[in-house]
C-alpha cells in the first residue's frame, strides 16, 4: 500500500469530508469537500500530520472523526488526533512491543479497543488488543493477546458487535473470536481452512458476510457468512463460504486485489480494486430460504430438471475501471487506480466512488446502476443499455418564423405560393442538440412524461370512442381537433354514408376528394363494377342532401359542397347557432363571432356580440359597428390596424383582418384561424387553380411538420401514415398514431409501418399491465376490421395462455386436439384418453393421468369434473358456484388455488398464502 483514501462515515450532504493516507510522503490529511461533480471533486484540506513514523496500516476511528490508529512497521501502535482551527496534530497514545516486527493490520472498535496484527515470531503472540480509552496510561499492557507464534495478516471488529472480531491467521485460516471469553486455547474459537486472508472487509448492512482476498499473484476472493462457519465448526463439515471467485478480476497478467470495500448504502455491494487498477463492483442479494423441491403445492419446472433452491445470489457484476495492459509504461501507469472509497452521501440509483490515482489525483467515478450490454428485441431491434442515457433531439435546420401581421405582408391576395412546397422561412439553430444525464435526471423525467401520460391515458379508456378521447384529452387542442376530425368522418361513414356507385369513400380527406386520388382504390371497391369518382360525389351530394354550393365559380361544385361538410360546414341557420352557442359555452367568444361571419350571416354575429357585452362577458370596443357597416373609412381601417397588433385572441385578430381589407384570402394567409376555417374559405372563396395550390400546400407543410389537423386534408388514407410518422418522431406518442389509423388499418389502407406501430403499442401496453386494455383494443379494432360482407381482415390472435400438463407438456383441454410441443418423443401419433372416475373427476391430466396441482389454500388436488363424462354434469350441478372448482393461479408466483377458496383468501389478505412466498399476488 503507498497510499489510502477514506470518505467520512460522518458526511452528510452539507459537510463532506475524506481522509487521505499517503504512506510514502508518512503524512494523513483531513479534507473537506467543496464542490462535487459527476467525475470531479473539490476539496481543500482542514487538518494535516506530516513527518509521521513509517507505517504500514492504518484505521479511521468510526466514532471519532478526528481520531486514526496507525500501525508502524517497527510493530508499535499510536493513535493520532487530527486538530483543525490551525492547531497542531499530535500522537496521543503509543502501544509498543517488546520484540519489533512488521504491523499487517490494524483495527480500532466503536469501544476503542485496538487490535494490533503483527508478523510471526516463535516467542510472542501476534495478535494484541489494547484497551485505547487506557492509552495515556504508561506502559499500556494488552487486555488480550492472542495468536501465539501465528502471522496475522488481517484483523478487523465487528460494528454492532465490538467484543467480536475476525482473525486471518497463518495464511491458511479465518477465525472468529469473542473477546467475552476469558479462554482462548484448544477449540473456543472459530475457524475456516482458506487461503484468501488478506484484506478482510464486514458489510456494515449486514454483518454476518464479510470477505477476504487471496495473497499475490491470485486475484480471488471468497465472500463468507459467519453463521456458517458457526454451523461447520459445530457440526465438523462446510466451510462457511458463500461466494468463491476464482479469479474475481481480470489475471490475464498479474495481479492482486489490493482493496476491498463494501458500500455501506447498498447490502450486499462490493468493491473491488486491483494492482492493475481494475475497480469491480458485484451485487450480492439473499432471498428468503425456502424448502420447495419437496413440495406438493410448489409450481413444477415446466422444462424439466431440480428446482434451484440456493437463496443467495450474484445480481450483477460490472467493470467500472478497466485495468492498465502494460504497468511498465509511465504515462498509462499513472492513470491506473491505486485505492477507492465509497461516497456515502448522495442517491443510491447514482453512488459513486472516490478514486486515488498514483499522482495523488482524485476523481469521481459513478457506478452505473444497469451493466453495459447489448440485445435484440423482441422485433429484431438492437438495443443497448449504457452506464449514461443520451437525450439526442432531431432539429429541423430551418424553425418556423412567427407569422407577420397583416399589414406587414407583401404578398397579394391572389398569391398562393407555388403548387410544390418548399419549405418555410426560418432561422437556423446552431444550439447542441445533445446531452448526457443520469437516470434519474429532471431531463430525462421530462423525455420520459410522454409515456406516463400514455399510460395514464390507456387507463382511463383512451381507445375509438372520439368523444371520450376528447374529455381525456382536454387542454391539448390539437388532439382535441384530431378527434374531433375523425369523429366527423365516422360520422359520415356510419350505416354507409360515404358509399355510392360502389366506392367506399369513408375517412377520405379534402385532398383527396378535389384530386380525385383515394388511395389504394381496389380496397374501396364494393363491387367489379364500379363508377368514375366524379360520379359518386354527385351521388353522396344527392343521398346527404346536401344545398347546392354557394361561392366562387367552379368547374366542380359538388366537390366542393362535400369537402365544406367534411370541414364541418354547417348548412343551415339551426345549426350554425347551436355550433356558436357551444363556443361561447367553451369560452370562445369572438371564435364565434367569426363563425357566424364566415357563413355570411352578420346578423347572427351581431345578435351574440350584442349580448355578449351586455352580459359584460367582453369588452365594448366598437366592433358592433363595424360590423354593421358594409365599408369601412380610412380612419376605421386604421383603428383595425393597431387593434389587431394589440389584441392575443387569434380569433379577434382574425376578424379585424377582414374587416380591415374586407377579403377572407388575407384571412387564409394568417395561422389566426384553424385549418379547417381556412379550407372552408378557400373551398368558397378561391378559383380552382388557387384552391389547388393552397391544398396540395397546406398538405405538404402539415405532413413535413406532423400537424395533427392536417389528418383534414390528407383523410386517415395513405398520407395520414407519412404524417403521423412525422408526428411520432417529434412527440413520441406513437399511442395516438396507433388509434387514429386503426379505423382505416387494414380496412382501407395496407401499411406495414402501421403493423410496426401496433406491435409496439402493444408492448407498451405489456408493460403498463394494460391486460384488459389491450384486449379491449384487440377485440375493438377486429370489429372495425370487417368489410360490408362480415369477412374480418385480422388474423385471429393465439391464446394468450395455455393450460398444460407440467409432465407431457399437452394440453389440459379435452375436446380441442390441441398441445404443446413436447421435446419428449411421442410413442404414438396420438395419445389416448384416461379413463376411469380420476379422469371424469378432472383432477388428472386427460393425457397422460398425472394429477393436477395442489391447490395452496386447501391442499386438495385441483380440477372439476368434466360435463362432458358420465355424471360430470350432475357433479356441477351441486356446486352452489360454477366457477368455485376452477383452477385459478397467480401470473407472477405460479402458485395454483381452487377459484372459490382464492376469493375467500383474497378478500381478506394480499400476500400468497404459501410460506415463504413473498409474491403480492392482489398488486397489479
Not at 490508529?69 to 492547531?87: F, H, I, N, P
Not at 439553430?429 to 401520460?453: E, F, N, Y
Not at 378527434?483 to 354514408?497: D, K, L, Q, S, T
Request: proline share 5%; glycine share 6%.
Amino acid at each position: 500500500m503507498e497510499a489510502a483514501v477514506r470518505w467520512s462515515q460522518h458526511s452528510s450532504g452539507e459537510t463532506e469530508r475524506f481522509l487521505l493516507v499517503d504512506v510514502v510522503d508518512q503524512s494523513l490529511t483531513l479534507n473537506h469537500v467543496h464542490q462535487r461533480s459527476r467525475k470531479q471533486v473539490g476539496y481543500f484540506p482542514v487538518a494535516r500530520y506530516g513527518r509521521l513514523p513509517n507505517f504500514g496500516a492504518f484505521w479511521w476511528s468510526q466514532t471519532d472523526e478526528s481520531l486514526v490508529a496507525l500501525g508502524l512497521v517497527s510493530g508499535s501502535a499510536c493513535l493520532v488526533k487530527l486538530r483543525e482551527d490551525d492547531q497542531p496534530s499530535e500522537t496521543v497514545a503509543t502501544f509498543k512491543l517488546k520484540q519489533q516486527r512488521k504491523c499487517n493490520s490494524i483495527a480500532l472498535s466503536t469501544d476503542n479497543w485496538l487490535a494490533v496484527a503483527l508478523d510471526k515470531t516463535r516467542s510472542d503472540v501476534c495478535l494484541n488488543i489494547f484497551d485505547a480509552n487506557r492509552g495515556s496510561q504508561s506502559p499500556p499492557d494488552p487486555v488480550r493477546r492472542l495468536c501465539p507464534a501465528e502471522v496475522v495478516s488481517s484483523v478487523r471488529f465487528f460494528p454492532s458487535q465490538p467484543q467480536e472480531l475476525i482473525v486471518a491467521a497463518q495464511r491458511s485460516y479465518v477465525r472468529l473470536y469473542d473477546l467475552r471469553d476469558g479462554y482462548f486455547g484448544g477449540n473456543s474459537n472459530l475457524q475456516t481452512a482458506t487461503r484468501n486472508v488478506n484484506n478482510v472487509a464486514i458489510d456494515p448492512l449486514d454483518e454476518h458476510y464479510f470477505a477476504s482476498a487471496g495473497p499475490t499473484d491470485e486475484p480471488n476472493i471468497t465472500v463468507w457468512d459467519k453463521r456458517w462457519i458457526s454451523q461447520a465448526s459445530a457440526g465438523g463439515n462446510g466451510s462457511g463460504a458463500v461466494f468463491d471467485f476464482k479469479p474475481v478480476v481480470d489475471n490475464s497478467s498479474r495481479t492482486t486485489v489490493w482493496s476491498l470495500r463494501y458500500s455501506g448504502q447498498q447490502r450486499g455491494r462490493l468493491g473491488i480494486c486491483s494492482s492493475r487498477g481494475e475497480l469491480k463492483v458485484l451485487d450480492m442479494f439473499e432471498s428468503p430460504s425456502s424448502s420447495l423441491n419437496d413440495s406438493d403445492y410448489a409450481p413444477l419446472n415446466p422444462y424439466g430438471g431440480t428446482a434451484w433452491s440456493c437463496n443467495r445470489y450474484v445480481s450483477q457484476s460490472r467493470s467500472v475501471e478497466r485495468p492498465v495492459e502494460d504497468t511498465s509504461d509511465e504515462i498509462e501507469s499513472m492513470s491506473r487506480i491505486i485505492a477507492f472509497d465509497w461516497i456515502s452521501t448522495g442517491k443510491l440509483a447514482e453512488q459513486s466512488v472516490l478514486a486515488l490515482r498514483p499522482n495523488r489525483k482524485l476523481d469521481v467515478l459513478r457506478v452505473p446502476c444497469t451493466t453495459p450490454q447489448a440485445s435484440l428485441t423482441a422485433r429484431g431491434d438492437l438495443c443497448m443499455a449504457l452506464e449514461d442515457i443520451c437525450i439526442a433531439q432531431t432539429k429541423a435546420r430551418g424553425e418556423a418564423v412567427m407569422p407577420q401581421a397583416p399589414y406587414e405582408q407583401q404578398r397579394t391576395a391572389e398569391d398562393f405560393g407555388p403548387l410544390e412546397y418548399s419549405g418555410e422561412a426560418g432561422h437556423i439553430d446552431d444550439g447542441s442538440a445533445k446531452v448526457s444525464c443520469a437516470a434519474d435526471d429532471v431531463r430525462v423525467a421530462a423525455v420520459l412524461a410522454p409515456t406516463t401520460i400514455q399510460r395514464e391515458r390507456c387507463r382511463q379508456g383512451y381507445l375509438f370512442d372520439c368523444e371520450k378521447n376528447m374529455n381525456i384529452v382536454q387542454g391539448n387542442w390539437q388532439l382535441e381537433r384530431l378527434w374531433e376530425i375523425i369523429n366527423r368522418f365516422r360520422e359520415h361513414a356510419e350505416n354507409g354514408g360515404m358509399i355510392a356507385e360502389s366506392l367506399d369513400l369513408s375517412f377520405v380527406g379534402v385532398s383527396g376528394i378535389c384530386s380525385e386520388n383515394i388511395g389504394n382504390i381496389s380496397r374501396r371497391t364494393l363491387s367489379p363494377s364500379i363508377g368514375k369518382l366524379e360520379d359518386a360525389v354527385y351521388a353522396l351530394n344527392s343521398s346527404r342532401e346536401l344545398p347546392a354550393f354557394e361561392g366562387e365559380r367552379t368547374e366542380l361544385p359538388e366537390h366542393r359542397q362535400l369537402c365544406l361538410e367534411i370541414c364541418g360546414w354547417k348548412f343551415t341557420t339551426a345549426n350554425l347557432e347551436a355550433e356558436c352557442s357551444e363556443l361561447i359555452e367553451r369560452g370562445l367568444y369572438y371564435q364565434a363571432i367569426v363563425q357566424a361571419v364566415l357563413h355570411g350571416y352578420k346578423h347572427t354575429a351581431l345578435n351574440l356580440l350584442r349580448s355578449l357585452i351586455r352580459s359584460r362577458t367582453v369588452p365594448n370596443i366598437g366592433l358592433g359597428a363595424l360590423l354593421a357597416s358594409d365599408n369601412i373609412n380610412e380612419e376605421q381601417r386604421e383603428m383595425c390596424l393597431w387593434m389587431s397588433a394589440d389584441t392575443e385572441d387569434p380569433a379577434l385578430k382574425a376578424l379585424l383582418t377582414f374587416l380591415t381589407t374586407g377579403n377572407w384570402r388575407d384571412v387564409m394567409k394568417t395561422n389566426y384561424l384553424h385549418l379547417g376555417y381556412r379550407v372552408a374559405l378557400g373551398l368558397k372563396y378561391l378559383n380552382d387553380t388557387d384552391l389547388n395550390g393552397f391544398i396540395e400546400g397546406e398538405t405538404a407543410r402539415a405532413v413535413k411538420n406532423g400537424d395533427l389537423e392536417g389528418i383534414l386534408l390528407t383523410g386517415l388514407g395513405e398520407k395520414a401514415v407519412d404524417l403521423l410518422q412525422t408526428y411520432v418522431a417529434r412527440t413520441n406518442d406513437l399511442q395516438t398514431a396507433v388509434l387514429a389509423t386503426a379505423f382505416t388499418n387494414p380496412l382501407y389502407v395496407d401499411d406495414v409501418r402501421w403493423e410496426f406501430w401496433k406491435e409496439t403499442y402493444f408492448m407498451q401496453m405489456q408493460s403498463w399491465r394494460a391486460f384488459p386494455e389491450r384486449t379491449r383494443f384487440v377485440v375493438e379494432h377486429c370489429r372495425m376490421a370487417r368489410t360490408r360482407e362480415g369477412q374480418t381482415l385480422i388474423e385471429p390472435a393465439p391464446a394468450q395462455a395455455v393450460l398444460q400438463c407440467n409432465h407431457c407438456k399437452r394440453s389440459l383441454a379435452r375436446r380441442d386436439g390441441r398441445s404443446i410441443v413436447s421435446s419428449r418423443p411421442q410413442q404414438t401419433g396420438s395419445t389416448k384418453g384416461i379413463p376411469g372416475p380420476a379422469a371424469s373427476a378432472g383432477i388428472v391430466c386427460p393425457s397422460c393421468g398425472r394429477h393436477m396441482p395442489r391447490c395452496s389454500i386447501c391442499r386438495m388436488w385441483l380440477g372439476t369434473p368434466d360435463p362432458a363424462s358420465r355424471g360430470g354434469a350432475k357433479e356441477l350441478q351441486k356446486l352452489g358456484d360454477v366457477m368455485g372448482k376452477f383452477l385459478t393461479f397467480c401470473v407472477n408466483c405460479d402458485h395454483c388455488f381452487h377459484a372459490d377458496h382464492a376469493r375467500s383468501w383474497f378478500t381478506k389478505h394480499k400476500a400468497c398464502p404459501v410460506p415463504d412466498c413473498r409474491c403480492i399476488c392482489m398488486v397489479k
